[in-house]
């Protein structure tokens, strides 16, 4: 039996599980506790099926370098990238390292209860092994290289050409890369950091993104020659269809 196939299973199994725990009745007294408990819940949920449709169910190589960026500020993509590394790297065994490469205002350390210091602002204009700039956040294998200390032209870094060097060495020393990139409207940051990795992950907000908005990113992405791995409607417990990504 294959690993990614025992790993399909296990994934399989607790998505029952989470989808039991969903089902069941709860007191009216704990319904903000609860509605909290129902959204992270739920974007579990998506990233399990994310494992599976990136990860597991592919019949050539999966991605190993993927990018997480939302259509709109506040869309949900680093919590979604952090619950996708924390699956990969507790079943598959296998060494994940999140990047935040949000040099705006990242997120991912204080999702992780982490600092930001010493991470790839540092990488990109130090030298040393790339190992030196990440930091173990859970004893299952998963790595944090944090944006680091930040400056007004921080983002400007994205374009230099120590990127695509430092994340060569990413690929050599993590089965998978996990980029979170601020947000498709507001900078092209996510467009550059795609051109490095093997595809992207499009996060959509139900009832707040605009259909229009969604349509321009993703003809941007495609402008520039990045694949669009999977369309996450999130605030729902399914990616969107491919039927209804295919109008976008």
């Known amino acids: 039996m294959s690993k ?9 199994q607790e998505e029952d599980v989470a989808q039991e725990t969903r089902g069941a009745s709860v007191s009216p007294l704990k319904g903000g506790y609860q509605n909290r408990a129902n959204h992270h819940q739920r974007a ?11 990860f597991l169910l592919q019949t050539q190589e999966p991605p190993r370098a993927v990018v997480f960026a939302g259509i709109d500020q506040g869309n949900g993509s680093s ?19 999140l990047v935040d490469a949000n040099l705006r205002s990242p997120a991912l350390p204080e999702l992780l209860g982490t600092t930001n210091h010493h991470g790839l602002t540092e990488a990109l204009l130090q030298s040393g092994p790339i190992s030196s700039f ?12 944090s944006a680091g200390t930040l400056a007004t032209d921080s983002p400007n870094l994205l374009s ?11 690929r050599q020393e993590f089965d998978f890369v996990l980029i979170d990139a601020p947000p498709l409207t507001q900078y092209s940051d996510a467009l ?12 959509i ?14 003809a941007n992405l495609r402008a520039a020659n990045v694949p669009i791995l999977a369309a ?12 209804i990504y295919r109008r976008l």
């Open 160 to 170: 230099a050409d120590s990127l695509r060097e430092r994340f060569l060495e990413l």
């Open 79 to 97: 919590r979604i990238c952090v619950s996708v590394a924390e699956i990969l790297a507790k079943h598959a065994r296998r060494p994940v390292c």
């Open 4 to 12: 990614h196939f025992e790993l399909l299973q296990q994934l399989d």
């Open 192 to 203: 550059v950091l795609g051109q490095h990795t093997d595809g992207l992950v499009l996060i």
């Open 44 to 54: 579990d949920e998506e990233a399990l099926r994310l494992v599976q449709q990136i």
């Open 232 to 243: 996450v409607l999130n605030k729902r417990s399914f990616p969107i269809p491919e039927n």
């Open 205 to 218: 907000e139900a009832d707040f993104t605009r259909r229009e908005t969604a349509s321009v990113a993703v």
């Open 134 to 145: 990440t930091k173990a956040v859970d004893e299952n294998n998963l790595w944090l290289l």
